[in-house]
């Protein structure tokens, strides 16, 4: 039974990076068209491209575990988008506080508002720190993956 839940969530890791990938194929072609039609270069580097998509993918691992747990043990599955769509709220709210990677629904998020912030001239974001947060991370998901493992009766 563990194998079929670890495989849901190698199935779930897989669906985000083909989403993350549809989302950069949609970019460059969109980039295509606006910069022909505007005649000036939108593009941005690859390497730049992959390096921000590759960072959302990564620190998006912690809230897929947390996902996966609520999709597994939850067996409505209703119920269980329910509580995974309503818990991306408080991110909005927690991401500006200093305990933000406490919750990993914020990691994304936070992410990409940091590497927006190093773009920007005179915004002012939080940078990443990566003491409390990658430790964190890593208790997170391996909680979310160990309780996975728990059956229910």
Known sequence: MWSLYLAKF????????IQLLIVVGLYYASTAIISQTQDYNFFLSPFFVLKEIGLIYVSAIPM????WLISSKIKTPIFAIGLSLASIVPSVLLINTKVWFLYPMCYPFFVVVS???KLATNLSTSTIELIPWIPVAALITFICLLLGKIERR
């Not at 897929?64 to 996902?67: K, S």
């Open 115 to 117: 590497e927006y912030g």
């Open 64 to 67: 897929l575990a947390v996902f």
């Open 10 to 17: 190698v199935v779930l890791l897989a669906l985000a990076a």
